[in-house]
């Protein structure tokens, strides 16, 4: 039953590679996000989708792509993996609509590229 | 734009001794506030969050925040140590209802001696 979940929770691939990272929540919530935790433990925000349609898009490189097939899915794909983009990401959600903004975050996944 | 300061990187406390973690943000708006705990190789969890309600937030495992506008603060306190609060704390703002996104401080890494 757990509320966000993400996969896989660990992921280790090779520079130039092409992956994926899956989000699913079962809140009901309207609006997802993908953060990224570096190694210093600094949390920023990436992306946020309101009912599939996005809303929020830091500067991230263009070789990160979120898709929300449905308001309770948000996957992000990376193309062209590089050294630099080694961190943990984090998925959340939260009910805005109704005024309760408060994030649920996912387990993090763990991406190390090498 | 909004921002978090977190004073002090590190916090080391006795068993049963006061916990103070310090928050002061910046906000063009009247913020939202929240305390997020991080166990290690854990995702994020709520511990507590203001919302223009009452400036004394009340939070879970003990935890509480008071609201200062004057000091632009939100410290979080708890009266009395214990070796599970052991975590990395991070304390975000998000400019109120209609943008959704957290802004996060750096974080403080807690430890308990015991």
């Known amino acids: 039953d757990t509320a966000v979940s993400q996969t896989p929770k660990y992921l280790v691939t090779q520079m130039g590679n092409d992956k994926s990272i899956k989000c699913e929540q079962n809140l009901g919530h309207d609006t997802m996000y993908w953060y990224k935790q570096d190694s210093k433990k600094f949390l920023k925000i990436m992306f946020s989708y309101n009912n599939k349609e996005l809303i929020i898009n830091e500067t991230v490189p263009n070789r990160f792509s979120p898709k929300s097939p449905d308001k309770a899915h948000l996957n992000l794909h990376i193309n062209s993996l590089e050294l630099g983009d080694s961190a943990v990401y984090f998925c959340?959600?939260?009910?805005?609509?109704?005024?309760?903004?408060?994030?649920?975050f996912g387990q993090g996944t763990r991406l190390t590229v090498v | 734009a909004q921002s978090v300061t977190q004073l002090g990187s590190h916090v080391s406390v006795s068993e049963g001794a006061l916990v103070l973690l310090r928050c002061n943000y910046s906000?063009?708006?009247?913020?939202?506030l929240f305390w997020y705990v991080q166990y290690p190789n854990q995702g994020l969890q709520l511990l507590l969050k203001y919302t223009s309600a009452a400036t004394l937030v009340k939070g879970i495992n003990g935890f509480e925040a008071e609201f200062k506008k004057s000091e632009t603060s939100f410290h979080l306190t708890k009266p009395s140590a214990h070796m599970s609060d052991a975590a990395e704390y991070f304390c975000?703002?998000?400019?109120?209802?209609?943008?959704?996104?957290?802004?996060f401080g750096t974080g403080t890494r807690l430890t308990i001696i015991p």
């Open positions: 959340a959600s939260s009910q805005v609509r109704t005024g309760r903004i408060e994030a649920f």
């Open positions: 975000a703002v998000s400019e109120s209802f209609g943008n959704e996104k957290l802004t």
């Open positions: 906000s063009s708006v009247p913020p939202y």
